[in-house]
């Protein structure tokens, strides 16, 4: 295992396929500028080592990540404050668009920009004491950082907007019934499940689970008939030049494929 610490608030750590991504910024994680740097530091880091699966998760006991860093957007004007809100959706923006599947282990509170942070994962692993939610209305605020778009993606528009125009936190067990969360985990072993869960993602052919997470993209946005053309296109895309092949003679030839 190989370990870089080159930010105060982000580290992340290799281990074969999977990149660990960790955030440490006391007392509750805010994303200020400093989580924020990290946060792109490591994904710079991510492009060049090309991991499978990327994981996201917290080294403060008791949380994820406690949302926006409100004592800094208190002390900036209108410039400094879209300058702010623009590097944290730059990075979330990265992260959801990285090659690499990503996890969100969550464990503890993932509030605002923190259950944004989840949002912008492929999966989210939950611990069973981990509350989500999106306060920001308490503030005169909306979800800035990707979560008016993102949410109701996830769990429809009725329980995105009870969510958040009630600024409510939600337990593990309702997030996970709404599909907020697609893994519960017991309480404070979200980290654990989550490793668990890569192991299981570096397993299957990776331009295939792209292709998944493309195909199931599209469906958000493209009416039926377009988007069950594009899924033809996406199979015929690695049945051509995918490892479709590697994976159709290993079936035949009863062993486990050779997938990059």
Known sequence: MSVSEETTAVSWSSDGPVLHIALNRPPANALGPAITEGLHAALDHADTAAPKVLIVSSYLPGFFAAGADIKHMTTVDATSFKAYGDGLRSGLGRLAGHPALSIAAIDGLALGGGLELAMACTLRVAG????????????????????????????????????MLTGRQIDAAEALRIGLVDRLAPAGSAVSSARELATELCAASAPAQQAVVRTVGASADLPLAEGLRYEVDQIQDLFERGEAAEGLRAFVEKRRPNFA
């Not at 999106?134 to 800035?144: A, N, T």
């Not at 950082?145 to 993606?153: M, N």
């Not at 996830?154 to 907007?161: F, Q, S």
């Open 128 to 163: 069973a004491d981990a509350k989500l939610g999106l306060p920001e209305v308490k503030l005169g605020l909306i979800p800035g950082a990707g979560g008016t778009q993102r949410l109701p993606r996830l769990v429809g528009r009725g329980a995105a907007l009870d969510i």
